[in-house]
């Protein structure tokens, strides 16, 4: 069996797409490569609550991926505008579909957002000073040395 490996190119003016949103789990380069590609596109970063979460979700992975994700986080600061903290799957979910959402519909609309939404995003911007403390002690010195490059 021949195994096909990433993205397809996806035409998204295709009217059986129009309203619906294209989920892709990927990692920080790859979101690179597509926020090229398509301009609209919403990047979230997704993160376990702590590093022991995310070794026991990789026990049966490459044990590499935390050494990947650390490499990636300058790209991260780059490309994503958005953390979800996934300490619950539905609510990881909701937040996504929220923010994904909110977004869509106030797309050149801001001053329409009401307050409680405004703080919705606010509290999951990638920028947000509570994330980054969350970041720095999620990666440790990996966030410090990202922070004097910008």
Not at 88 to 93: G, H, K, Q, R, W
Not at 124 to 131: E, G
Request: net charge positive.
């Amino acid at each position: 069996m021949d195994i096909i490996i990433g993205t397809p190119l996806i035409d998204m003016s295709c009217p059986s797409l129009k309203d619906k949103f294209l989920v892709i789990d990927m990692g920080v380069n790859g979101a690179r490569e597509l926020k090229q590609r398509y301009k609209n596109a919403i990047f979230i970063y997704i993160i376990p609550p702590t590093k022991e979460k995310l070794l026991s979700q990789m026990k049966d992975r490459d044990p590499s991926r935390l050494l990947r994700s650390k490499s990636q986080l300058p790209n991260a600061f780059k490309v994503c505008k958005w953390l979800v903290i996934n300490d619950n799957p539905e609510n990881a979910a909701m937040q996504i579909e929220r923010i994904m959402t909110t977004l869509k519909t106030y797309s050149g609309n801001v001053g329409k957002i009401d307050r409680n939404t405004m703080e919705f995003l606010y509290s999951c911007s990638f920028h947000n000073p509570k994330n980054r403390d969350f970041l720095q002690k999620f990666y440790g010195d990996e966030i410090s040395q990202v922070k004097e490059r910008e």
